[in-house]
């Protein structure tokens, strides 16, 4: 099976624009969430969706939304951009049900944004 | 909220030897711990996890190590070679489904 994809890897950004992310889960898998790490914070867990409907949510500002649509595909939206949103995007898949797969998480190549 | 504490930060130890990570949470709720890789520029790899049921669990080299009493799991890997160097972190889900908290991770560096 092809591994979790995420475009695009490397995105430049100013202050005060909005960009979105894109992550193609691997086949199959029902759950995609959204993680931001930083040197600071480490590994942060923005939101997770799973069939289409976002399930869980980190503590994030508003700023930061996302979707998920039929096929799985997910994508995040960070609007109006800080120098603090600079950061790596990973997001990761994960079947989503069932005892011995529900957390099991595939994580993407990630996309590294830089807001100047 | 859960509350997720990784020791040590850095930890070298010489190639062949045993390396300990721990990592203790505040949710007594909390019912799954991972534990991840991350090379330099790559992204994470689940290594290992344990359920809130089973108190060790053991793949080859790597084991992990639960105490629900105390709240704290524990990664170990013995004999350790160069290509174990990298940022390990834990993590502890709780409230179900993909409620994550991230330990802050360690760098580990195996010394040849």
């Known amino acids: ?116 | 909220g859960e509350n997720v504490e990784q020791h040590p930060s850095t930890l070298s130890v010489q190639e062949g030897d045993s390396a300990v990570i721990k990592c203790t949470y505040s949710d007594s709720a909390s019912n799954y711990f991972p534990w991840y890789k991350q090379e330099l520029g790559k992204r994470p790899q689940l290594i290992i996890d344990i359920r809130s049921n089973v108190g060790e669990k053991k793949d080859q080299r790597i084991a992990v190590t639960l105490n629900k009493t105390a709240k704290h799991f524990s990664l170990h890997i013995t004999e350790t070679q160069p290509e174990d160097s990298a940022v390990y972190f834990c993590a502890v889900y709780s409230g179900g489904y993909q409620k994550v908290t991230f330990g802050t991770g360690t760098k580990l560096q195996v010394i040849p």
Not at chain 1, 82 to 93: H, N, Q
Not at chain 1, 95 to 104: D, F, H, M, N
């Open chain 1, 1 to 116: 099976k092809a591994g979790v994809t995420q475009t695009p890897r490397y995105l430049i950004k100013t202050r005060g624009q909005q960009v979105t992310l894109s992550c193609s889960p691997i086949s199959g898998h029902r759950s995609v969430s959204w993680y931001q790490q930083t040197p600071g914070q480490g590994l942060q867990f923005l939101f997770e969706y799973f069939s289409e409907t976002q399930r869980n949510k980190g503590n994030f500002p508003g700023r930061f939304s996302g979707r998920q649509f039929s096929n799985s595909r997910s994508e995040m939206n960070v609007s109006t951009l800080e120098l603090g949103d600079s950061a790596l995007y990973l997001c990761a898949s994960s079947p989503g049900v069932g005892w011995g797969t529900l957390y099991e998480q595939y994580f993407g190549p990630g996309t590294r944004l830089t807001v100047t």
